[in-house]
């Protein structure tokens, strides 16, 4: 039996909220963004933005999860959390994209479309099912097609495949692995890696996400999202095996009729070429009697070429 979890899973709705969606833990959303964005300067503060005031809808969001919020800069990060395989989930990441550049514009004022810049991450607790490259970020822009310039450096994506990430705690070195080795295992980590917590941000993380530290109520809502989590995840097995299941009952199948339809054939091509080896038989004998040519050929069926070779 599984012993209970010291840490919170980080990939629940509530345990992804708990660590990255509180003002009192922003330090580890601030530690996150600096690693997956070191080229954009270093986030020293951000502001979480209340959804509803650009008029999120999250009833018919399945199973993402999102932070939304502002750096000192200006510049606006959405971070989402995918747990299940969704067909169109690229198409879901343009559209929160498209629109938060939309609730930019200024109702009621003079207008010039001066964009702030906005970033996506996306962190996908599975992997695309069509085929694709063997990246763990798949980072995503603006570009002109031909020379590959840069077009905007208004938006970028960046799409996180946790399944890929296979590197143990000891090849963890940079702060962008510890985090995502950490959003892999922390479920079922007995404590914090010791090379980890040489940056302190880990340590202060393994301080506050204790399944112990929980309130009551912050308990039992943790449970709720933690039953959510092995149940959807139940069902993505389920659906796999069944699918594993009719692949192969498929394949079989396919390999029967295959073996049926080649038995059928090969008794075809033999009828066919006994047929073909006694009708010359015959001809032959009609000619070594004497039998002229046109006239085996009209009862055999024979070109008087294929006489002529016999």
Known sequence: M???SIFINPLTDFGFKYIFGQDSNKEFTISFLNSLFPEEGKIVDLTYI??????????????????????????????????????????RALYYMAGDFYHQAQKGKEWDYCLTPVYGVFLMNFDWKEKSNEQIIEEIGLTNIRTHEVFSDKLKMKFLRLPLMKKTQEECKKTLERWLYILKN??????????FTQEPIFGRLGNVARVA??????????????????DNYAVESAQESRAQIQYEKG?????RQGRNEGIRQGIKQGVEKGRNEGVKAVAKSMMQKGFDIDTIASLTGLSTEDLKML
Not at 213 to 230: I, V
């Open 50 to 91: 209340d959804k509803e005031s650009v008029g999120d809808n999250k009833s018919d969001r399945g199973y993402i999860y999102d932070i939304h919020c502002t750096t000192e800069s200006g510049k606006t990060f959405i971070v989402e959390m995918q747990n299940r395989y969704q067909a169109y989930f690229k198409d």
């Open 251 to 255: 394949l079989e199948k396919g390999i």
């Open 186 to 195: 922390m479920e079922n980590m007995e404590r914090i890696p010791t090379s």
């Open 213 to 230: 530290n929980l309130s009551e109520t912050e308990r039992r809502a943790y449970d709720r999202s933690l039953k959510t989590y092995w």
């Open 2 to 4: 599984k012993s209970p």
